[in-house]
């Protein structure tokens, strides 16, 4: 009498385990291949643009007023040759040249105009962040430095005439300073 162990093993029922068994091992390893890569994606900011809905919810004051600034409608300042410029369309987009960044007019509008995310980096992890904890949410925002303003703000720019970074700041403060009140 043949052992159903040997039964099992022969002919199609073979090929049937080694199918069950890869299918098994290659499910495990999806799984374990996914949940890294959403875990990969919780750690790393990416842009999510159209700020000035997205920030308003939190930030209508700093939103009202960065509006009106020339910055915050810089993309239909350029001519229409050069909306087709790199040189010139990087500063007048959001996140240009970064990943996930914009790319063209037809694949991330999100992201024309100089925003928020412009300055403060991709707001995605910003937005995860409980309203309640103030400390976690100024933790996924950049503070821009002299150095991020200088990245546009330079002898490429056809409109260069110097770059004082005091006098900037003060022409585009669209937040409140500790202490001041509304």
């Not at 002919?11 to 199918?19: A, C, K, S």
């Amino acid at each position: 009498m043949i052992s159903r162990r040997k039964l099992f093993m022969k002919g199609h029922n073979r090929e049937v385990f080694v199918i069950i068994i890869t299918l098994i091992f290659g499910i495990i390893g999806f799984t374990f291949t996914t949940v890294q890569a959403s875990e990969k994606t919780e750690t790393k900011a990416v842009y999510v643009g159209d700020n000035e809905k997205t920030c308003k919810v939190c930030h209508a004051e700093q939103v009202k007023t960065f509006t009106t600034l020339k910055k915050a409608k810089a993309f239909s300042l350029l001519k229409e040759d050069e909306k087709k410029n790199a040189s010139c369309v990087k500063c007048h987009v959001t996140g240009y040249g970064e990943e996930g960044g914009f790319v063209s007019l037809e694949n991330t509008p999100k992201l024309i105009n100089v925003q928020c995310e412009a300055c403060h980096g991709p707001a995605s992890l910003h937005l995860k962040v409980s309203i309640t904890d103030k400390e976690k949410r100024k933790a996924t925002v950049k503070m821009p430095k002299k150095a991020d303003c200088e990245k546009c703000h330079n002898k490429e720019s056809p409109d260069f005439k110097g770059f004082d970074y005091e006098k900037y700041l003060a022409q585009i403060k669209h937040w409140k300073d500790k202490g001041e009140k509304s």
